[in-house]
């Protein structure tokens, strides 16, 4: 069994604990867009977690499959397949958490000079609608759950949530996650291998937003500290930022990060089911709304609760480095937040 392997992963707070959760608990939990690079590894880990009693795969194809294959596994969540918007409310029906990797990856057209060129802004024709109407589902059948969407662009997929739960009238700020955990697991590794570190044990918060040079590595606030020259600091910030278009590029046209995204996305669902259930000290940086900064959503390290975000731990201390990175960051993480608000606004 999995379990068996796992290790200690280090949280935003630099605390070790079980990958795979640390207690036991009945959390009932969606995925929407199960079928997918992510969905799939993504649910296996969930299937495995003791920390989720039902796992309930959504998508508009593969599901009931998706769904056999998971339910023989020896660990107790039940699996449930639901295939196609009819079956969607079923499908989000009593759920706590909903994690949404749900929509279209970069995945360049190799017959066109588009083909590394695209950005995560790109997606935002086709999967603006997706999240939209996904969290609208959600809005209705699970007001109360935690939605945490992994779908990109997040820097406009979480204004959009939060529009489409503001017009449903069941809104709250506590609840509503835009998964930015692959930028620390990213960040953690590469600092890691740059000073000959054990990865799980570094600790690099990421603040700012899921795109690009919105993306930003604290590495001053690195735990374990670590000394780093300014120009192997620009490089190593430069390719924590441009990480996902490393795998877009090697992948050559088969998609974007999956297997570190499902990695990713399962650490943020476990953090937030063991705060969930009452674990005290749990924190994680994901994009929310936020009045940390000028910009009105913001990824900064956040305290979190049996409610979702307890409380907003702020930037911290920034080195002047950090705070023109920052400064830098503002123009694109506004103008992505007001697509995704207009989007909704002039949606029908
Ligand atoms: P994929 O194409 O492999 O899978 C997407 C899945 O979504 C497919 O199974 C598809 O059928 C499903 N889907 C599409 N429309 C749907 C709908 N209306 N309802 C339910 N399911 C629907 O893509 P992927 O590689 O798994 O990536 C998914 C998304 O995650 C992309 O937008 C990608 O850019 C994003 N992503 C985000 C991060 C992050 O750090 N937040 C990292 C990697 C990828
Ligand atoms: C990533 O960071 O890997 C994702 O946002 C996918 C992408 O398009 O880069």
Do not use: W
Request: proline share 5%.
């Amino acid at each position: 069994m999995l379990s068996r392997v796992a290790r200690p992963v280090a949280t935003a707070a630099g605390l070790g604990r079980s990958f795979s959760g640390s207690s036991q608990c009945n959390a009932k939990v969606a995925v929407l867009g199960a079928s997918g690079g992510i969905g799939q590894p993504l649910s296996l880990l969930l299937k495995n977690s003791p920390l989720v009693g039902e796992l309930s795969l959504y998508d508009i194809a593969h599901t009931p499959g998706v769904a056999a294959d998971l339910s023989h596994i020896e660990t107790r969540a039940k699996v449930t397949g639901y295939l196609g918007a009819e079956q969607l409310p079923a499908a989000l029906k009593g759920c706590e958490m909903v994690v949404m990797p749900a929509g279209v990856p970069r995945k360049p057209d190799l017959c066109t000079a588009h083909l590394f060129g695209m950005t995560r802004d790109d997606l935002f024709t086709t999967n603006a609608s997706v999240v939209a109407d996904l969290t609208e589902a959600c809005a209705r059948h699970c007001p109360e759950a935690m939605i945490c969407v992994i779908s990109n662009p997040v820097n406009s997929t979480i204004p959009i949530t939060t529009e489409v739960f503001k017009k449903l009238g069941v809104y709250n700020p506590n609840k509503i996650f835009g998964v930015s955990t692959l930028d620390i697991v990213r960040a953690n590794t590469f600092v890691a291998e740059l000073k000959g570190l054990d990865p799980a044990r570094v600790s690099v918060p990421v603040i700012g937003g899921h795109a690009g040079k919105t993306i930003i590595p604290l590495i001053s606030q690195c735990n374990p500290k670590v000394e780093i020259p300014q120009d192997k600091l620009q490089a190593l910030t430069e390719r924590i930022q441009e990480a996902g278009t490393e795998v877009v590029k090697a992948k050559a046209g088969a998609g974007s990060a999956t297997l570190s995204m499902a990695y990713a996305g399962a650490r943020f669902a476990f953090s937030l089911l063991d705060a969930m259930n009452g674990k005290e000290g749990v924190v994680e940086c994901a994009f929310v709304r936020s009045e940390e900064t000028e910009s009105p959503y913001f990824s900064t390290p956040l305290l979190l609760g049996k409610n979702g975000i307890e409380k907003n731990l702020g930037l911290g201390k920034l080195s002047a480095f950090e705070e023109k990175l920052v400064a830098e960051a503002m123009s694109e993480l506004k103008a992505s937040i007001k697509k995704g608000e207009d989007f909704v606004k002039n949606r029908k």
